[in-house]
């Protein structure tokens, strides 16, 4: 058998090898994310509404400059949350640096 090709795991869990030059189908596709803050179910659509959240979390405003905002827990722990100012910036690596550090408080999920 010969042929070379790139692995790819589709979003239905099927294994299938792509061709160099092929697209990968459309169920292997990455989707989009969204993060929710799971005691209101409520999709974080702004920076201002993931704020309040967190607030309510313990987190305050640490340091901020023209592209982001830094987060720190009040209780004086080391943890820091980065964020960027746009929200359109707002990338699936933010959200799961939320909920890893917020555990039970917000969950990432597909749209």
């Known amino acids: 058998m010969a042929g070379g090709g ?5 979003k ?8 160099a030059g092929v697209q990968p189908s459309a169920a292997a596709a990455p ?8 005691p209101a ?4 659509r702004s920076l201002e509404a993931l704020e309040q959240r967190l607030g309510s979390l313990g987190w305050e405003r640490y340091y901020e400059n023209r592209d982001i905002v830094q987060l720190h827990r ?14 359109a910036k707002f990338r699936s ?19």
């Open 6 to 10: 790139v692995w790819v795991f589709r």
């Open 12 to 19: 239905d869990g099927v294994m299938e090898l792509m061709s």
């Open 31 to 38: 989707s989009k994310k969204a993060l929710v803050y799971v």
């Open 41 to 44: 179910n409520e999709t974080m």
């Open 74 to 87: 009040r209780d004086g722990g080391v943890d820091l949350i980065a964020l960027p100012r746009d929200f």
């Open 93 to 111: 690596t933010h959200m799961y640096d939320i909920v890893v550090k917020n555990r039970h408080h917000f969950k990432v999920v597909d749209i």
